[in-house]
């Protein structure tokens, strides 16, 4: 079947959720490398913890508990002159420097529908894409809070269906995130990879929270559930169609 | 309500899943501290993304897989000589150097049963509390494997009042894990924490896997669901009671 739609996930693929490490740094200073990992780290353990608890509280609340714990586990007391400007940096984080450029082509091209489907609740995907501009790019912006589930549950891939009306076979998935990855695979989609910087060898020397957090999050998971491609940008999505 | 039975997590709790250590710089020498920590934090992201993904596969599986993850990770390609003997040594972990000394004084206490609920499947956790010499203090190990479910999904708790036929408000739950707390306590049991190492400070310098992993597992969660106690140690349990 061609493909109708090109799905991509957004924190991590279509945004640099690192993007908050500058402004993390100027409000804890030496504590910007550790504060930001800690808090990725826990927002989607806290994701698989709602869904593990059979409970739904969106991706607004985890993401602002997360960071109380990374501030706390690096000995910062929460308050709201630190949490308040780093969880609006959330709302506006930067995309990834092909991101514009990728979908502008897919768009250009035609004969696909391109959405985001993310874990974000609808508040914060609604400001994140007029922030960045991305809007005027996509079709839809589709959030797990239809199905209040967490990705990689299958009720949130099924969301594809209810909003664009594509079958399976009709969608390529797009995730830097192995778990997401995965819970497409697992789901029925065809899916691409995008290697954001798991393929670069470990450097020498002491390994720090950006390394482990590359490592868990950069390689490709052991459930059985591989990709049908690996890319290394968003802009080499277009030759795969 | 009097307590009538404390029911005890495994991994951490009792047994010290970093006691692969050793064995693990034997194999890998100079990749020991990444290895495990990759391991064990994987390790439970499977577990959690199983439940995600509706799927059962036990811990046995999901202990070897993640051994895989972390070694290549870690740039070691996994072989038989290195992924067998951990895997054995993870049948055989220490036990924490208190575990016995506090599970004696509890039962010659009296009045309480004492059990292990955990995620470990049937096969491992009977090797574990045997080649610990525990299972001759222990009324049960209770493995999630009769839920088919991964803590903290609320049908493994629910395995405690199934098999020892024991009401929530007369369960004392015990575990250093905070999500296996925030599970426990969303079931309804009375929760004791036992802080394993999370109250020290960090130390001075660069931040690596160990630490990283106290970070993430040894501080208390921010999902709203807190410990009735905190204790240092197994042996202060009795106080308790």
Redesign the interface.
């Known amino acids: 079947m061609p493909i109708k739609g090109l799905i991509f996930d957004a924190y991590g693929t279509l945004y640099d959720v690192h993007s908050v490490h500058a402004k993390t740094e100027e409000l804890c200073p030496g504590k910007g490398d550790?504060i930001t990992?800690?808090w990725r780290?826990?927002q989607l353990?806290?994701t698989?913890?709602q869904?593990?608890?059979?409970?739904y509280r969106d991706f607004t609340y985890l993401t602002q508990?997360?960071l109380?714990?990374a501030l706390?586990?690096?000995?910062v007391e929460p308050s709201e002159n630190i949490t308040k400007p780093l969880f609006e940096k959330y709302l506006d984080l930067d995309p990834y420097p092909e991101a514009k450029e990728a979908l502008g082509a897919l768009k250009k091209r035609g004969g696909s529908q391109l959405a985001i489907l993310s874990n974000g609740s609808t508040a914060m995907l609604s400001a994140l894409v007029k922030n960045s501009g991305l809007d005027a790019l996509l079709n839809a912006t589709i959030s797990v809070d239809g199905a209040r589930?967490?990705?990689?549950?299958?009720d949130c891939y099924a969301l594809i269906e209810k909003t664009l009306g594509l079958k399976n076979d009709e969608v390529m998935f797009v995730s830097s995130n192995g778990?997401d990855v995965?819970?497409a695979k697992?789901f029925g989609f065809k899916v691409a990879w995008i290697r954001r910087g798991g393929s670069t060898?470990?450097p020498p020397g002491?390994?720090?929270?950006a390394q482990?957090y590359r490592?868990?999050r950069g390689?490709p998971?052991?459930?059985?559930y591989l990709q049908d491609y690996t890319v290394a940008a968003l802009t080499d999505l277009v030759g795969l169609l």
Request: no cysteine; aromatic share 10%.
């Open positions: 550790l990992q800690i780290l826990k353990e806290y698989w913890l869904t593990s608890l059979q409970e508990v997360s109380e714990f706390r586990a690096a000995g589930k967490f990705k990689p549950h299958p778990f995965a819970g697992h060898p470990l002491p390994v720090g929270p482990i490592l868990l390689n998971e052991t459930l059985g």
